[in-house]
């Protein structure tokens, strides 16, 4: 019963719940991987994996369907890497910038806007499974965008930002209508009144069920390129079975390699926290560097580290964290993005495939120099992730 939802402070949790009992809507609900190994903590669990007992804790919630943002995570994977190779071919906007961190996209629009081209044109995992979500699976299940309410569990405040974008939205509806910090998804389970570490484990729903490990990896520095590694190699040199990069890997602020795949070297660079990157972008513009792709994350240690994290969020936890990440990886079937069957079932479904011009339209975005979202600014501190208040 959501009675707690009366004493709620927060304006997410109270509008989901309201969602919830409108019988009008139907509520879907989508995890992001760093969240996994950390709401634990907010029960005593430490840092272990509990998606399983997240997915069981939703659905007593109230949310109609609960799926995995690490299935949008091997469709980035898939549009940006190609996105990668056709600029290699053609020699233009490299080095290539990820973009799924919002606060390092909004960074770059206010400070960098000479770096936009550069940037992946990919929407981030939470804002393709938005989009996927309105534009394509409420319509195939009946039922019009502004009717389906769509929540994300995210490890950051920056990604409430990022839904609220106007870009993202489907005949007038937000893709994404309201997201929860780690911490709040906790406080609306002990709302609910869900006695969390005994509850059964359950699975993520179907069409969209199915996860590798590369998208898992999302959830910590270095883990979005590795994900482009992975899936260039196997698709370059045919590689099957796993591919491990071993560079992207820890928690320094600054990781750079060069690395072979096949007859093609690719120099690449691995920076979290925005002074890392400030620093990264003055070398690369100076001439001192030359770098083909550059993944960002704000946070330190990446989003493990997210500032909607539970509260011991120092350098032990965010290693325990990523590490816990990187157990996920080593224990699921799947390591590479293209591996992952429903995933290309979707495409096909949907789109008539990947990277095509409908993919673009449906999964892609822009950026806007000098960015001003009224109310929206950008807070940087050193040693935490960026704050968008
Ligand atoms: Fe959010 Fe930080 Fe992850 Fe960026 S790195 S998406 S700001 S948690």
């Known amino acids: 019963c959501p009675t707690g939802a009366l004493t709620s402070n927060s304006s997410s949790i109270q509008e989901i719940w309201a ?63 190609n996105e990668f190779l056709s600029r290699l071919v053609k020699g233009e906007n490299l080095p290539l910038f990820t973009s799924c961190c919002p606060g390092w996209v909004k960074y770059a629009e206010e400070f960098h806007p000479e770096l936009l081209s550069n940037l992946s ?18 319509k195939e299940l009946g039922i019009a965008p502004q009717d389906m309410f769509v929540v994300s569990v995210m490890p950051c405040t920056a990604k409430k930002y990022e839904a609220k974008r106007p870009e993202f939205t489907t005949e007038g509806a937000y893709d ?38 590369s998208g898992v990896l999302f959830g ?26 071993e560079f992207t890997r820890g928690m320094e602020d600054t990781k750079i390699a060069s690395i072979n795949v096949g007859d093609n070297k690719l120099n690449l660079a691995v920076v979290n926290g925005l002074s890392a990157t400030e ?33 011991q969020n120092d350098n032990e936890h965010r290693k325990a964290r990523a590490s816990e990440i990187y157990g996920i990886d ?18 096909e479904k949907y789109w008539g495939g990947c990277c095509n011009h409908d993919t673009h339209h449906d999964l892609h ?9 009224a109310g929206n600014e950008i807070v940087i501190k050193d040693g935490n992730g960026p704050e968008i208040t």
């Open 121 to 138: 044109s990919c929407r981030s995992p939470q804002q393709m499974f938005g989009a996927v979500l309105k534009k394509k699976y409420a």
């Open 365 to 373: 975005t822009h950026y806007n120099p000098k960015r001003r979202v």
């Open 19 to 81: 969602a919830i009992r409108d019988p009008k809507k139907t509520v879907v609900c989508q995890i992001a991987p760093a969240p996994r190994a950390a709401l634990g903590e907010e029960f005593g669990l430490g840092s272990v994996d509990v998606t399983k007992k997240v997915v069981t804790a939703l659905r007593k919630i109230g949310f109609d369907k609960v799926f995995d943002t690490v299935f949008t995570a091997d469709m980035t994977t898939i549009e940006e890497s």
């Open 176 to 213: 994404v209508d309201a997201v929860l910090t780690t911490v709040e998804a906790a406080r609306m389970i002990k709302e609910a009144g869900i006695i969390f570490n005994t509850l059964e484990e359950s699975e993520f729903d179907q069409p969209m069920q199915q996860a590798t490990g």
């Open 330 to 347: 080593a224990k699921l079937e799947l390591h590479k993005a293209q591996d992952n069957e429903d995933l290309n079932k979707i495409f």
């Open 279 to 311: 620093a990264l972008i003055q070398k690369i513009q100076s001439g001192e560097l030359d770098v083909q792709a550059v993944e960002v994350m704000a946070c330190p240690g990446g989003c493990v580290g997210g500032g909607g994290q539970p509260f």
């Open 220 to 245: 910590t520095t270095g883990g979005v390129m590795e994900s482009v590694i992975r899936y260039v190699a196997g698709k370059l040199l045919n590689a099957e079975g796993r591919v491990d990069v």
